[in-house]
């Protein structure tokens, strides 16, 4: 599994962070700044990257809220979060919360784009 991430925003890099010191050995870890291949390899433009958090799980790419289940539900110190943010009703409001907080990351950090 790989997780493309912006190590450059601040937010994004302290959570990244904190999952990475679970040394999950399947997951490899994805810096999309200025990254042609996170490009090629999900298919998205850096806008798209820049925009949400995307995972790459057997050969099919996941973003946003729906990401994070994926991740958490491979950690089993955050599998407590993939167990309560699944749930329907949890998950849209989630969902929700997650794309306006993106939004306003994307804002912040779209200086970065090369275009």
């Not at 890099?13 to 200025?34: F, H, L, S």
């Not at 995307?54 to 950690?75: C, P, Q, S, T, Y």
Request: glycine share 0%; charged share 30%.
């Amino acid at each position: 599994m790989k997780v493309y991430f912006n190590n450059s925003c601040k937010i994004c890099k302290a959570e990244i962070d904190i999952y990475k010191k679970q040394k999950i050995q399947e997951i490899d870890w994805v810096d999309i700044t200025n990254n042609i291949s996170a490009e090629k390899e999900t298919l998205k433009s850096d806008k798209e990257l820049l925009r949400r958090l995307h995972i790459k799980d057997n050969e099919k790419v996941f973003e946003g809220a729906e990401a994070f289940l994926l991740l958490w539900k491979r950690m089993p110190k955050y599998r407590f979060l993939y167990n309560f943010f699944k749930l329907p009703i949890v998950f849209n409001i989630f969902s929700i919360i997650y794309e306006i907080f993106a939004f306003f990351l994307y804002i912040k950090n779209k200086k970065q784009l090369k275009n």
